[in-house]
């Protein structure tokens, strides 16, 4: 059973924004009290935290993600959002979402790519 879905990948040139979504199905875990999480992996590199979100709305960046990228959620629809604003061509990778630190399957990913 798909549990986590992810949307709004694409190809955009250096400069260019886009917003991933992040549907989680309500039989997945207790959305509302779980903290989530973005994370993407680039051609030949390993999976890497982007940004996080407390079930509160706390929010967390790495340092490249800092300024350019913001992390939201909406606990009502079961769903988060990654706005990327001023991508690079360094930011192109493959962007998953999934509970942390508690992981469950992963999903397919949305894949981006920022090239001129």
């Known amino acids: 059973q798909v549990q986590i879905v992810e949307s709004g990948g694409g190809s955009v040139q250096p400069g260019g924004s886009l917003r991933l979504s992040c549907s989680v199905s309500r039989s997945a875990f207790q959305f509302n009290d779980a903290a989530m999480g973005w994370f993407r992996q680039a051609p030949g590199k390993q999976r890497e935290f982007v940004a996080g979100i407390t079930s509160g709305g706390r929010t967390n960046y790495e340092d490249y993600a800092k300024g350019r990228f913001i992390i939201s959620r909406n606990n009502n629809d079961y769903t988060v959002h990654l706005q990327m604003n001023n991508l690079k061509p360094e930011d192109t990778a493959v962007y998953y979402c999934?509970?942390?630190?508690?992981?469950?399957?992963w999903g397919q990913g949305a894949r981006v790519t920022v090239s001129s």
């Open positions: 999934n509970r942390v630190p508690a992981a469950i399957s």
